[in-house]
């Protein structure tokens, strides 16, 4: 475990259980390898190396992903926001994304994450990205939308929502994954659509529409980065 073996500092032992990632942050005590003489000592669950197959995923499915993500209990305590991403010309490249595996970009005509603070940093969910799961907010946007200079055309805007929003009030009948004659583009989930009875919804079409009669506020990315980080 750790490696501290003969100290009596205040320091941070690193280890894993069931594949997550804990700290023990500790205060004037010893250490040695099998832990013995334990003092003040308390455990921080850290926010990354977290396994993607742990959660719900459908390819070509972003934003019910995300809805999976804001209702588990892993997730959902967190000071959490949805980020839709994408442009007035529907057409944001994203890099370090699959499935392409060189260094050129893929487009999408929208995406969605989810934002979470955690230790007093914000944290990017993103199950097409090969970054880090999750990958530190300052860290994801530098890689994913940093690689080149973008036209105004391209360049990435963000909508926020409160994911408990999100998770209440999200409708999908996945009707745009369908072609004119009602066959699948990309095969469904295999979890039942995502319906709510209330009248309150918040479809697809307000995810996909960044003009300006979006009912939410629409920001650029250094916007963006003034809020967050």
């Known amino acids: 475990m750790g490696k501290n073996e003969n100290s009596n500092k205040p320091g941070r032992v690193q280890f894993y259980v069931n594949n997550k990632s804990y700290v023990f942050k500790t205060l004037s ?4 390898r099998t832990f013995r003489g334990f003092l003040n000592v308390y455990v921080l669950p850290l926010p990354f190396r977290m396994e993607k ?3 719900k995923y459908a390819k070509n499915y972003c934003e019910e992903n995300v809805w999976q993500l804001c209702v588990h209990p892993d997730i959902e305590s967190q000071e959490n ?4 991403i994408s442009n007035t010309s529907r057409n944001c490249p994203f890099w370090f994304h699959n499935p392409v595996e060189n260094e050129n970009p893929v487009c999408w005509d929208y995406h969605v994450v989810l934002l979470a ?3 007093e940093k914000w944290w990017i969910y993103d199950f097409d990205s090969t970054l880090e799961f999750p990958c530190s907010l300052d860290s994801y946007l530098s890689q994913t939308f940093g690689k080149e200079r973008l036209s105004p055309e391209t360049a990435p805007l963000f909508k926020g929502l ?3 929003d999100f998770a209440s009030n999200f409708f999908s009948d996945r009707a745009h994954m369908k072609d004119a004659i009602g066959n699948w583009i990309f095969s469904p989930p295999s979890w039942p659509e995502i319906e709510h009875g209330h ?3 918040l479809e697809i079409a307000e995810i996909m529409d960044f003009s ?3 009912q939410y506020e629409i920001i650029q990315l250094d916007e963006l980065k003034g809020r967050y980080l």
């Open 117 to 119: 603070r955690k230790q």
């Open 212 to 214: 300006d009669s979006s």
């Open 29 to 32: 005590l010893k250490i040695n």
């Open 162 to 164: 409160p994911a408990k």
């Open 53 to 55: 197959s742990t959660y």
């Open 81 to 84: 926001v949805v980020l839709i």
């Open 199 to 201: 009248d309150k919804r």
